[in-house]
């Protein structure tokens, strides 16, 4: 009998779109991604999509084959065809920006080295103090009672104000952070030359702000922000306009996405589970292990590409080089076999929350990943010494895109218990 992994839609890309192509935008617009993945983790955990949007991909859907492939960076590449499902524009008006994340060792090695003193133990340490600070602050100038947009006014308020103190960055140009944020991580933006150019004007726009942030401080003894570590290394001292370019990016969307929308989840989940929001109300040891499951629930990025560089078999099928792989951490971190029958719910004592994959799994794990917890633990800390609660009034409006996970909006009122 033939399974779901040997059939293929005879159908070209002009004609209904193939119902288990799971790079479609308005699958998580309008949050409903959850059936098609749990149809693929069952019936073909790696499966071929030859017409999207963004060309033929491999999905691999579950959780151990994503694993293998990540832990095989020299078979599966990061930057031969980039970390996302859009291809890099090719033709005269190229513009490639490269980045760590999107390198290949030994590169990739020498520049993640170069910033990861940014986010040791020893760092967090450090940096919690002013973290619970600016915390506590925002929590006590938020109105009892009243509508507001908890991810405008919470998520993207702290996690810019951090973004600003890890690039020494003008506070009061912060929300320029969360603009070009924005702008970067929307993949959606590649498919129309018109959204293309505007996006890239915006990136320059970038560029030369933190350009001229790198001038002032060239000639500067070295201080614990990216910029400064970026200038006093071997790896990055000697980058050209673009890879500069290239890894601001990264570290500004890295630092951006992963907080904000987890901080946005935190709200909209507890909220959409009160029954493990009133277990954590009543035992507040549990914000540890809280933290790691809103991360795992949420996934702020849903999938991360590689290239095949030779052929190869991944669960069963064949892999040819050149090939590009989409590893949709959003459905390993539901894949039942791992997270139980109920992995589309958040509980918050789930024993092997940690084992999640939203920071991805071997040498390209998420540099910042301590950072991300530590705000997201400190906001339900702080929640907590206030007993706040956070009650959805509305429906958010989502991230139309299947890179960044995330939410736009989400309207509420906070109250006490």
Known sequence: MATLADTMPETDSAAAPDPLDVSRAEFYRDDIWQAPFARLRAEAPVRYTPHSSFGPYWSVSSYKPIVE???????FSSEVGGITLADFIEGPNQVRMPMFIARDRPVHTAQRRTVAPAFTPSEMTRMAVDIRRRTAEMLDSLPIGERFDWVDTVAIELTTQML???FDFPWEDRRKLTFWSDWAGDI????TPELRQQRLVHMYECGGYFKTL??????????PDLISMMIHSDAMREMDQMEFLGNLILLIVGGNDTTRNTMSALAYGLDRFPDERAKLEADPSLIANTTQELIRWQTPLAHMRRTATQDYELAGQSIKAGDKLALWYLSANRDESVFRQDADRIVVDRPNARRHLA?????????????AELQIGILL?????????????????????????????????????
């Open 188 to 191: 959606e933006l590649v498919k």
């Open 69 to 75: 492939v990540e832990s095989l960076p020299d078979i």
């Open 164 to 166: 600003a103190i890890l």
């Open 381 to 417: 800390e702080e929640m907590a010494a206030r007993r706040l609660r956070v009650n959805v009034v509305d429906q958010p409006e989502r991230v139309a895109a299947c890179f960044v996970h995330g939410y736009r909006s989400l309207p509420v009122e906070i109250s006490r218990y």
């Open 214 to 223: 790198w001038d002032a401080k060239i000639n500067q003894d070295q201080t």
């Open 359 to 371: 920071f991805g799994h071997g040498i390209h794990r998420c540099v910042g990943a301590r950072l």
